[in-house]
């Protein structure tokens, strides 16, 4: 893995254009969030400008990153995990969550959110593995979730977010396939909501992603390298 972020980035893009192609999409329409997990803020910054957005895994890490001026005005979204008591750190603080995956994490980003008068954007985890090491709804909580949402006018869905387990890529293209379905299943039970984000595909998965429709692929170690 070359340490050239900028050429990273490029040969990113380039396999993102070509899956996009193959899919008879257009390759704007795809947005290149880059994760940010245990990175130094200098080389983060280093994709500033060149990446649609960054992740965020925690939210202590997140405020260092954001205090030392590594995002450098690139929107910011929260990928990990989110624990209830840690969202007073998030809410307001990023475009996007994508990790909502429970009743009481969606009530306290809304009482968050309405006590700074905004609208959060959200996405709901799905555990399209159904891993018990893994966060995330099963598809069959999805409907009552949505509908719990909806009831909340401080927060706003835009789709859904997965981590499906290690596969090869028929497997992972399954995997992919089932949360472009129940995607489409949350337009067709709320065709108010702008459910218009399917967040799925990492470094070693993202070009089956946007076959399968991803709108946001999630990329770390092939933008970074490895984290030492």
């Known amino acids: 893995m070359s340490t050239d972020i900028a050429a990273n980035i490029a040969s990113i893009r380039a396999r ?3 899956a996009a192609q193959r899919a008879e999409r257009q390759p704007s329409d795809i947005v290149l969030c880059a994760v940010c997990k245990g990175q130094d803020s200098a080389l983060i910054r280093q994709s500033a400008g060149l990446v649609d957005c960054f992740g965020e895994n925690r939210a202590q890490e997140m405020l260092l990153h954001a205090n030392q001026g590594a995002h450098a005005h690139t929107p910011v979204h929260f990928i990990g995990h989110l624990q209830t008591n840690k969202a007073k750190d998030v809410v307001g603080r990023v475009q996007l969550i994508h990790s909502v995956d429970r009743n ?12 700074q008068a905004l609208v959060q954007d959200i996405l709901i985890q799905i555990n399209i593995g159904a891993e018990a090491s893994k966060s995330g709804l099963s598809p069959d ?3 009552a979730l949505l ?15 997965a981590i499906p ?10 995997y992919f396939a089932r ?15 702008p459910l218009d984000t399917l967040s799925m595909g990492m470094s070693d998965s993202f070009e089956d992603a946007i076959l399968e429709g991803a709108t946001l692929v999630r990329v770390g170690s092939a933008i970074y390298g490895q984290r030492s």
């Open 104 to 115: 009481r994490l969606l009530a306290r980003i809304a009482a968050l959110a309405d006590s």
């Open 165 to 174: 387990p290690p596969a090869d890529s028929t497997e992972n293209r399954r």
């Open 179 to 193: 949360m472009r379905a129940l995607l489409t299943q949350a337009q067709t039970l709320h065709p108010g909501m």
């Open 141 to 143: 909580e999805l409907p």
């Open 147 to 161: 509908d719990t949402a909806a009831a909340l006018p401080s927060v706003r869905v835009r789709g859904l977010m």
């Open 16 to 18: 993102m254009a070509n």
